[in-house]
């Protein structure tokens, strides 16, 4: 029994776990392992949860490991020839045999262990919710080499976890803390063999890079396989559906969207999340190949490449070179096979996940399927190729599609359907086509009803008396525009004048925000906020609905906008802002539209402000800008930039997250919460 566990095990910790101990733990579920170490954590029985734990992690593996091979052994069943002619029947027979063989296959190879416990523990396993748990209490052993490696493992599949982020920090300004010590445990094989490769190939060993690209390729779609295969798993919820085949198609829907997940999830490196990865490597080994003057595989990866992004303007063109040279014709083209196979059942997959959003779109969001399932973003630029000299050619190409969009009603390409990004309960309401420019999008449901009532009483909070001097009408005579950062929310929560909770609200939607952006825009890098300002304008008594001025004029946010027209990167401009976006939190005001604008301020396209709609778009030039004057009532709304310069990090957003969690130590019971979670 695992709740007499011999406590001299505890000693060994992770590593190192004998036969017999694995034996002793056949038998056990790890979602019960799992549950007995969050016990544990709560308990602040630190050698007990890391033990669980790690045994959890450990199980899980070994429960997918065999259910994968299980899996693999029993895809293909034959059916005796009397079924010919009746496809159902063929269809349901062979499923039948694959149940029956992966049923026994289970028992023989996981006896007890097979139970995998509800979806959302799953879930929590596979992005690594134990590494959580293992960082704090490694942490609190005094195992600082296990918790740095906790830390960083969790990190890898979680990259937006800013708290996360921050306890790494502040590990490796420990001086004892080692550089090896940031080592992803779960890290599989193909991404060791991808770091291998890029090193050789940044080092021009262009055969070693072959060599490790080739390799990283392969282990790639096996782990690929896992990943999908892993999705066919129990379903906890109650099929509500009572047609047979509405239940199939629900479970199969669920099936579908876990697998899509699957590129995103072989798609982090290092602490990031690579865009593209899979069609990266053909690009890479097209170039190596070059290199190494074989000219069929150069050939080959191009063309393996382009079926990802068959208009890409740098494969095209190099392709358009290679075949101007003596050795290349064009029956080289040839698709590697196996990309070919991943690539035609993604694209399958999303036509069903296409239909069945047209015909039941009420009950399933699924979001991002108009683009394909690679997240085509522009391609890559980093990748650099035979002939270099087409750089300026090519952003020509990228203005001329900009100006496309301005100028005619039916563009080239459907661009504005690239993006794609899932975050439960936020519905894209506008894209680039919509709104006229590339990088500009528009969501709703980002914050709910009461979020924002709470928000938009939270700014009140900053204004009442509270010493925000300075200038009351920062834009116009006619508005009194006041706000409040991250820290005076924290702050105004430690006099007690705002609720924890409320300033902690602050925080999240800003954050929760701040992810939407970054995904939609599928940004290669980190975003850091840079500052962030919760602003409300409020109409004066005086204000007439004749005003012609703006509540805010165009403007851009990270150069200064002349007279001209011209707008330099300089001060007194925030040079360092990349992104921006603007969550409002309520309607019922008169006027107050957001406008993205010409230089000469004609309006290309507008928002209207209501509670939970999100505004994101790239800070520079390309998106001018303001709000039309409040009229009448007042306008709240959580203003946000970002940046990817770390060098700007806003401060204010870990000293609030600090003091809001002190604040909480000393109200609440500490040892049942979990101080690190972020929303
Ligand atoms: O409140 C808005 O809608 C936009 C504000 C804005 O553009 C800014 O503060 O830079
Ligand atoms: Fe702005």
Known sequence: ??????????????????????????????????????????????????????????????????????RQRCFNQSVEPSFNGHSTLQMMRKFMKRAACNDRCEQDRLDGMRWEGVNEIQDEMDARFPYDYMQLCYYKLGDLQKAAGSAYTFLQMNLNHNIMRTNIAFYRQIEAVQQEWFRDREKNDWKHKFM?????????????????????????????????????????????????????????????????????????????????LLANMFHYLQYVYFQLKDYPNVMRNAATYLIFYPTDPMMTQNVDYFLTLPWASEDMLEVRPKAAAVYEVVELERKLLLDIQQNFGDEYVIDGLQGNAWYQDEPNASPP??????????????????????????????????????????????????????KRMVADGVASEEECKMLSHLAKGGT?????????????????????????????????RVSVDHAEMYLNLSNKARRYVHGYFHMKHQLFFTYTHLVCRTAEPYSTDDRTDLSHPIHADNCHLLADGSCPKKLPAFTW?????????????????????HKNESVQSSVQPKCGRLVGFSAGEENLHGVKAVLKGRRCALAMWYTMDERYNEVEHYQARKLLQNLKKHSTKPSKERPKEEL
């Open 196 to 276: 291998d490769g890029m090193d050789h190939y940044l080092m021009n060993q262009f055969e070693d890079a072959r060599d490790s690209l080739e390799a990283a390729l392969e282990l790639w779609y096996e782990e690929y396989e896992k990943c999908r295969s892993s999705c066919e798993r129990p379903n906890n919820m109650v099929i509500k559906k009572n047609d047979l085949w509405l239940s199939l198609t629900d479970r199969y829907v669920e099936l579908l969207l876990c697998r899509r997940n699957c590129i995103v999830r072989m798609s982090h490196i290092e602490g990031r999340f690579v865009e593209q």
């Open 1 to 70: 029994e695992i709740a007499s566990f011999a406590p001299t095990l505890v000693e060994q910790h992770a590593e190192g776990t004998s036969q017999e101990e694995l034996q002793e733990l056949l038998g056990t579920p790890y979602f019960e392992l799992y549950s007995k170490g969050k016990d544990a954590y709560l308990d602040e029985e630190w050698d007990r949860c890391v033990w669980f734990m790690e045994k959890a992690v450990m199980v899980h593996k070994h429960v997918a490991e065999h259910k994968f091979r299980c």
């Open 464 to 496: 009442e008396g509270n010493g925000y001097e300075g200038d009351k009408h920062v834009h116009t005579e006619f508005e009194r525009f006041d706000g409040l950062t991250v820290l005076q929310a924290a702050e105004l929560a430690k006099r007690g």
């Open 385 to 438: 190729r035979p002939n270099e000299e087409e750089e300026e050619e090519e952003e020509e190409e990228e203005e001329e599609i900009v100006e496309e969009w301005e100028e005619k009603v039916e563009p080239r390409v459907t661009r504005d359907a690239r993006y794609g990004y899932n975050m439960p309960g936020v519905t894209l309401v506008k894209g680039p086509r919509d709104l006229k420019g590339p």
């Open 577 to 597: 802002r990349d992104w921006s976006a603007i969550l409002y939190l309520n309607d019922g005001f008169k006027g107050g539209e957001f406008i993205f604008a």
